[in-house]
Structures are given as C-alpha cells and as structure tokens.
Nanobody, 119 residues
C-alpha cells in the first residue's frame, strides 16, 4: 500500500505562484510514475504533469512553461511549482502514484488540495 498526502494549496491572485507537495509513505520502493491531476467543478479530472522514477517529465499543453514537476526520491516527495497562475487553473489538485509489484499494477490517489486563482 502507498499513502499520498498533498499540501500547499490555497488562494492566490492571477499571476501568482504556489508550490504543491505530495508526500508518499508505505511501499514507496516500487513506485514508478507519479503525477499531478486536477479537477475543476463540472469538468473531468485531467493530467497536469507526470514524472517517472528516472526523472522524465511530461506536461499538459495548458501548463507548459508555467508549471514544473519534480521529485525527491530520498524524501519520497513530489512537487509541483506553479507560476503565472490563471483563473483557469482553479481546481482540486490530486497526487497520483503508479506502482507495480509482482506483475500487478496499482494506482493510488491523495485526498486532493484546493487551488483557487482569483482574477
């Protein structure tokens, strides 16, 4: 089992910055890709950014150049640095981790953290 706890959300004005953190605990040794997703009211959950255990990153087009995902494997923590925030970035942000153990794939979610960007 893997437990994920997000922190760092809040209210910020457009153009501001926030840094989200996701602390993982439990069977972290077998975690592969981790990612940040978000879900705005009335919309589907979407992938914002992902990072592999080797450090390869990918981003949604809407956040490229503004958001940076990183991972500190020694601290079992993933981060999302969000700059130049826009009102459209308002959503609940969820941490996700994929793990493979003995040929079985598992996926885990955090409880979510609210990000609100005011215009």
């Amino acid at each position: 089992q893997v437990q994920l706890v997000e922190s760092g959300g809040g209210l910020v004005q457009a153009g501001g910055s926030l840094r989200l953190s996701c602390a993982a605990s439990g069977s972290v040794f077998s975690i592969n890709t981790m990612g940040w997703y978000r879900q705005a009211p009335g919309k589907q959950r979407e992938l914002v950014a992902a990072i592999t255990s080797g450090g390869t990153t990918s981003y949604a087009d809407s956040v490229k150049g503004r958001f940076t995902i990183s991972r500190d494997n020694a601290k079992n923590t993933m981060y999302l640095q969000m700059n130049s925030l826009k009102p459209d970035d308002t959503a609940v942000y969820y941490c996700n981790a994929d793990r493979r153990w003995r040929g079985v794939a598992y996926t885990y979610w955090g409880q979510g953290t609210q990000v609100t960007v005011s215009s």
